[in-house]
C-alpha cells in the first residue's frame, strides 16, 4: 500500500481529517455519487466503495459464479460472460442500489451495460499482465487523449482480497491520464512502478474504475481460487462484448430498467438518429 507523505499538520489534526491517513485510498460511500467521489474519480481514475453486498450475498452471488464456471476448480485465469441471464444472484447486482446510482452520476442517464465478466484466479496462481481495458480490434487510446471514458467496470469482490497476494487488483492511480504507456518491460512485473496502489478489499466490496487505468491482479496465494464479478458500463452506441445480442427470454422476464440496461432498444436506421428512449430510473 502507499504511505501519505506527512504534513505540516500534527498527528491529531490529520486522524480528525481522515482517520486513515496513513494509507491512500479513494474511499466511497454506497448511493449517489458525490462531488468529492466525482473530484477522487477524476483525479485517480477509481473509486472503492466497501460493504456493498453482505456475507449471505456473496455466498450466493460466488456459488452462481462456480456454476457459470461449471462448479469445477479453475485450471486458468478466466472470464466468461452473460451470467445473468442464468442466474438471480448475478442479474441483481447489475442495477445495485449502492453502484448504479454512481455509474449515472458518471456517465450521465445514457449507457448500457457492454458486458457481464465472471473472472476466476486459480488457487496458488499467478497472472501478472499490466493493462488498460478496451478492445483489441482498435485501441481506446487512439481515439483521443485524454483516453476517454468508454467502459466504466464495477468489479465485486467475491472472496476476500484483505491481505496481500489473494489475487487483489493493483492499480497506478491516475495513469488513465497519462499521455505515455506502461513500459513494456515491467508489464509482467507484480511490483511494475513505485506509485502502484495494492487494493487489500473485503469480500462484498465494489471496485470502480475507468477503462484507461493501468492495472494487474496480483499473485493469489490462497488455498481455494478467487472470484470477481465485472459489471462494464459503456456508451449506448458501444457494441456489446460478452454477447452478440441478449437472450430474449431473459429480456421478456426482466424488469424494465433491466431490460434497458441490456441495450434493448429499437434503433432508427440511421443509427441513434433519433436518439435512444430513456432508461427507466425510478426517479
Known amino acids: 500500500m502507499m504511505d501519505a507523505v506527512k504534513t505540516g499538520l500534527d498527528d491529531a489534526a490529520g486522524s480528525a481529517m481522515n482517520p486513515q491517513h496513513l494509507e ?19 483525479c485517480w481514475g477509481y473509486l ?10 456473496c455466498d450466493e ?34 442495477d445495485h442500489p449502492a453502484v448504479l446510482p454512481k455509474v449515472r452520476g458518471i456517465y450521465g442517464d445514457r449507457f448500457v ?13 499467478e497472472h501478472s499482465s499490466w493493462h488498460q481495458d ?12 485524454p483516453l476517454p471514458l468508454l467502459q466504466l467496470r464495477a468489479s465485486y469482490a467475491l472472496t476476500d482480497q ?17 499521455p505515455v504507456p506502461l513500459p513494456k518491460a515491467a508489464r509482467k512485473q ?14 462484498g466490496s465494489v471496485l470502480l474504475f475507468h477503462n484507461g487505468v493501468w492495472h494487474s491482479p496480483m499473485p493469489s496465494l490462497l488455498p481455494y481460487d478467487r472470484y470477481n464479478m465485472h459489471f462494464i458500463y459503456s456508451p449506448p452506441w458501444v457494441r456489446l462484448a460478452d454477447r452478440q445480442a441478449t437472450d430474449p427470454a431473459w429480456l421478456a422476464r426482466t424488469t424494465p430498467l433491466r431490460r434497458a440496461l441490456a441495450g434493448d432498444f429499437a434503433r432508427p436506421d440511421a443509427p441513434f438518429g433519433g436518439g435512444m428512449p430513456v432508461i427507466p430510473f425510478e426517479d
Open 162 to 178: 484483505s491481505e496481500l497476494n489473494t489475487g487483489n487488483m493493483i492499480m497506478i492511480p491516475g495513469s488513465h491520464r497519462s
Open 24 to 42: 491512500l485510498t479513494p474511499l466511497a460511500q454506497p448511493g449517489p455519487l458525490t462531488e468529492m467521489e466525482r473530484f477522487m474519480f477524476e
Open 113 to 125: 451495460l457492454q458486458a457481464a465478466w465472471c473472472t476466476v484466479m486459480p488457487a496458488n496462481s
Open 190 to 203: 507484480v511490483y511494475a512502478s513505485p506509485i502502484q496502489h495494492i487494493l487489500r478489499v473485503k469480500r
Open 134 to 145: 478496451g478492445s483489441s480490434a482498435y485501441d481506446y487510446k487512439d481515439v483521443s487523449y
Open 61 to 94: 452471488t460466488l456459488e452462481a459464479a462456480k456454476r457459470v464456471h461449471g462448479s469445477q476448480p479453475a485450471e486458468k485465469f478466466k472470464q466468461l460472460g452473460r451470467g445473468f441471464e442464468t442466474e438471480p444472484a448475478i442479474e441483481r447486482l447489475m
Open 48 to 57: 472503492l466503495v466497501p460493504d456493498v453486498l453482505s456475507q449471505a450475498e
